[in-house]
């Protein structure tokens, strides 16, 4: 098995990198208008937007090998990163770092590194290489050690505590699994057995997790406490109206009344800019760039890549709905990030990562079946 085969820059899927760069350079442009404070010189800084585009340089350096060593490679490499991973995770409580109220970074000195970003890359990686090797849908017993390879790394991130990228690694694996299929009567039992003991998370959530779901049913019921983000992203978006008020004409952006305008909000303070107009567009681009992915979902020549290219398509899909969801108030508060919008160094370099791998399985179903 060569490592590289130049053939594979003819088959280079320029859909997926055509959109990604694209996404990547609106978000840049937006965080700039998010992130900007100026001086009393009257210099304008944007520390956020400069970073981000070095992490998406970095970004862009990680996904090279990505893309062109042979991605069935990892096949066997899953397992050590797996283990690699919970290390990291377990090693949060004990030196990591405190922002928010969270602990979820550990300081490498130069930047912060969030061991649950690698967290599911890992859970990608382990859960594709278990479920190519199953060629029947999946019996309780098969399933519950599907599951298990979700509920370790979320055990550790939700005790960080970090409810959103937990649920992120369960989206991620929830997908791959009725991507694989399951046993009839598996599936019927968990149809109805999983609505009945979903309450019962209920009483596992920590006080402010509670307090940001029934802001959903009524953000005006705490406007300045957990209802604040809810509003004035809302707020935001809606005076944006149809063509939006301007690169960096934003009131609530501008003004500070947006919280978390370049994490979690970010598209809020594009809607503000761009208008239902712009919102349509970014969603339509969104929407491609999901569409590729899929493509190569259904055309990879082999089980493991278009298990491991569903699990991409997943993680993406997750992410774009929940975080739009969360600012327009249809999903409560999670901190779920949108992919390659959203400022994150870890983030943005994992996202790239993902693209590389896509790119790969794209590549190789022109040069070898099963």
């Given at each position: 098995?060569?490592?590289?085969?130049?053939?594979?820059?003819?088959?280079?899927?320029?859909?997926?990198?055509?959109?990604?760069?694209?996404?990547?350079?609106?978000?840049?442009?937006?965080?700039?208008?998010?992130?900007?404070?100026?001086?009393?010189?009257?210099?304008?800084?944007?520390?956020?937007?400069?970073?981000q585009l070095i992490?998406?340089?970095?970004?862009?350096?990680?996904?090279?090998?990505?893309?062109?060593?042979?991605?069935?490679?990892?096949?066997?490499?899953?397992?050590?990163?797996?283990?690699?991973?919970?290390?990291?995770?377990?090693?949060?409580?004990?030196?990591?770092?405190?922002?928010?109220g969270a602990r979820?970074?550990?300081?490498?000195?130069?930047?912060?590194?969030?061991?649950?970003?690698?967290?599911?890359?890992?859970?990608?990686?382990?859960?594709?290489?278990?479920?190519?090797?199953?060629?029947?849908?999946?019996?309780?017993?098969?399933?519950?050690?599907?599951?298990?390879?979700?509920?370790?790394?979320?055990?550790?991130?939700?005790?960080?505590?970090?409810?959103?990228?937990?649920?992120?690694?369960?989206?991620?694996?929830?997908?791959?699994?009725?991507?694989?299929?399951?046993?009839?009567?598996?599936?019927?039992?968990?149809l109805v057995v999983?609505?009945?003991?979903?309450?019962?998370?209920?009483?596992?959530?920590?006080?402010?997790?509670?307090?940001?779901?029934?802001?959903?049913?009524?953000?005006?019921?705490?406007?300045?406490?957990?209802?604040?983000?809810?509003?004035?992203?809302?707020?935001?978006?809606?005076?944006?109206?149809?063509?939006?008020?301007?690169?960096?004409?934003?009131?609530?952006?501008?003004?500070?009344?947006?919280?978390?305008?370049?994490?979690?909000?970010?598209?809020?303070?594009?809607?503000?800019?761009?208008?239902?107009?712009?919102?349509?567009?970014?969603?339509?681009?969104?929407?491609?760039?999901?569409?590729?992915?899929?493509?190569?979902?259904?055309?990879?020549?082999?089980?493991?890549?278009?298990?491991?290219?569903?699990?991409?398509?997943?993680?993406?899909?997750?992410?774009?709905?929940?975080?739009?969801?969360?600012?327009?108030?249809?999903?409560?508060?999670?901190?779920?990030?949108?992919?390659?919008?959203?400022?994150?160094?870890?983030?943005?370099?994992?996202?790239?990562?993902?693209?590389?791998?896509?790119?790969?399985?794209?590549?190789?179903?022109?040069?070898?079946?099963?």
């Open positions: 098995m060569t490592i590289f085969d130049k053939r594979l820059l003819s088959y280079l899927n320029w859909g997926l990198i055509g959109t990604t760069l694209l996404l990547f350079a609106i978000g840049a442009v937006n965080l700039y208008s998010a992130s900007r404070v100026r001086m009393e010189s009257g210099i304008i800084a944007a520390p956020f937007f400069e970073r992490w998406g340089g970095i970004g862009c350096l990680v996904m090279l090998p990505c893309t062109f060593v042979d991605y069935r490679r990892l096949h066997r490499f899953a397992w050590p990163f797996f283990v690699i991973s919970l290390s990291c995770l377990a090693l949060v409580p004990i030196c990591g770092k405190i922002v928010y979820r970074w550990i300081d490498l000195g130069l930047f912060h590194f969030q061991p649950s970003e690698m967290a599911k890359f890992a859970v990608l990686l382990m859960g594709a290489q278990f479920l190519s090797n199953e060629t029947s849908p999946l019996s309780w017993k098969r399933l519950g050690i599907a599951i298990s390879i979700g509920l370790i790394p979320g055990g550790f991130i939700v005790m960080q505590p970090d409810l959103g990228t937990a649920l992120t690694c369960f989206a991620i694996l929830g997908g791959m699994i009725l991507y694989h299929g399951i046993e009839k009567k598996v599936f019927l039992t968990c999983v609505p009945l003991i979903l309450p019962a998370f209920w009483f596992t959530l920590h006080d402010y997790q509670k307090q940001r779901i029934m802001t959903l049913i009524d953000p005006s019921s705490d406007p300045r406490g957990s209802g604040y983000h809810i509003i004035q992203s809302q707020i935001a978006i809606g005076s944006g109206k149809i063509w939006g008020n301007g690169f960096m004409e934003g009131t609530q952006s501008q003004l500070r009344f947006l919280p978390e305008k370049h994490t979690d909000f970010a598209v809020a303070v594009f809607g503000e800019e761009w208008g239902f107009a712009g919102c349509v567009t970014l969603m339509t681009i969104f929407s491609l760039f999901l569409l590729t992915i899929f493509s190569t979902v259904r055309d990879a020549r082999d089980r493991f890549g278009s298990t491991l290219a569903a699990g991409v398509l997943f993680y993406f899909f997750w992410q774009i709905f929940v975080n739009t969801g969360m600012v327009v108030g249809i999903m409560p508060v999670v901190g779920i990030p949108l992919p390659f919008l959203s400022y994150g160094g870890s983030a943005t370099i994992i996202n790239f990562a993902l693209i590389g791998l896509v790119l790969n399985i794209s590549m190789h179903r022109f040069l070898f079946r099963t």
